[in-house]
C-alpha cells in the first residue's frame, strides 16, 4: 500500500500494474481459482464492460488485467474496499446527479484516452450470478467523449462475463450460486466470511468480441449489442460450454 500511494503521488505506471500483483495474491489466499477464456483487447482505448454479481468481481477482473473501476459514488465510503478502490485510482460516479454526468463521463474518457482499461458494470448494480440484468446505458457516452482523443478515431468497447461455476470443485448450480453472489440486501461482512469459509471457488471470466465506437455510433444500440454478447457469454459458461 505504501508503495501504491507513491506511485499515485507520483503518477508511475506502477500505479496501474501494483494491484493486479495484490489481486492476485488475494485470489490466492481466498481460494478464488481463476480461469480465463479469449482474450483481453490489444487495441486501445479500451471499456470492458462486464455483468456484476460480487465484491469479488473487482479482485477476479483486477487479477487478470490491468485495469480501473467505474463504481458508485458510496463505495468511496466502505471499510477496506472504499480505501483499496481509492488506492486503484477508481473513477466513482453519482448516478442520481444528472448534472454531474458529463464530468464523470469525460473523466473516464480522460483516463481511457490516456491508455488505461476502464471497466464499467453496466447493470448498475449487482445480480444473483445466474442472470444479467438490464444494462444501463448513460455511461456509455465516456465511450463517444473518448472517440476525439483517439488516433484512429475508434473506442474500442468488449463485453466480458464473469461466472462463478463451482466450490470445492462441484457444481455450484443456479440455487447455490448465490454463495459467490452479493445482492445488495446482503451484508457485507457476513458474506466475506462465508467466502472465507468456502475457501475454494472457481471464477471464469470470458472476453468476448468488442464493438468499435465511433463518433456516428448510436450509443443505445452499442449498449444492446453488449448487453447480448455478455448474456450469451455468462449463460455458455453457467452451463459449461465452451466458446467458440
Not at 445482492?183 to 466475506?192: F, K, M, R, T, V
Request: proline residues 5%; hydrophobic residues 45%.
Amino acid at each position: 500500500m505504501p508503495l501504491q500511494v507513491l506511485a499515485l503521488r507520483f503518477d508511475w505506471r506502477l500505479r496501474r500494474r501494483l494491484p493486479r500483483v495484490w489481486h492476485g495474491i488475494v485470489c490466492y489466499c481466498l481460494g478464488i481459482r481463476v480461469r480465463v477464456t479469449g482474450r483481453l483487447e490489444g487495441r486501445r482505448p479500451l471499456m470492458l464492460c462486464s455483468n456484476h454479481s460480487s465484491w469479488m468481481d473487482i479482485m477476479v477482473m483486477s487479477a487478470v488485467a490491468d485495469v480501473a473501476f467505474i463504481a458508485k459514488i458510496e463505495v468511496a465510503d466502505w471499510p477496506i474496499f472504499g480505501t483499496l478502490a481509492k488506492l486503484q485510482k477508481s473513477v466513482f460516479v453519482v448516478r442520481e446527479e444528472r448534472r454531474k454526468t458529463g464530468h464523470q463521463a469525460n473523466e473516464i474518457a480522460g483516463r481511457m484516452a490516456d491508455g488505461e482499461i476502464v471497466v464499467l458494470f453496466p447493470e448498475g448494480t449487482t445480480s444473483d450470478g445466474n442472470r444479467l440484468l438490464e444494462v444501463k446505458s448513460s455511461l456509455f457516452g465516456a465511450a463517444a467523449m473518448a472517440v476525439p482523443a483517439s488516433p484512429t478515431g475508434t473506442v474500442v468497447v468488449q463485453p466480458v462475463a464473469i461466472a462463478y461455476t463451482r466450490v470445492h470443485g462441484i457444481a455450484m448450480g443456479r440455487y447455490h450460486r448465490p454463495l459467490a453472489a452479493w445482492p445488495g440486501d446482503i451484508e457485507l461482512l457476513p458474506h466475506l466470511i462465508d467466502i472465507v469459509r468456502c475457501g475454494a471457488i472457481d471464477a471464469e471470466v470470458s472476453f468476448g468480441e468488442a464493438v468499435e465506437y465511433r463518433a456516428d455510433t448510436n450509443r443505445k444500440e452499442v449498449s444492446a449489442t453488449i448487453a447480448s454478447r455478455i448474456r450469451n457469454l455468462l449463460n455458455s459458461r453457467l452451463r459449461g460450454r465452451d466458446i467458440g
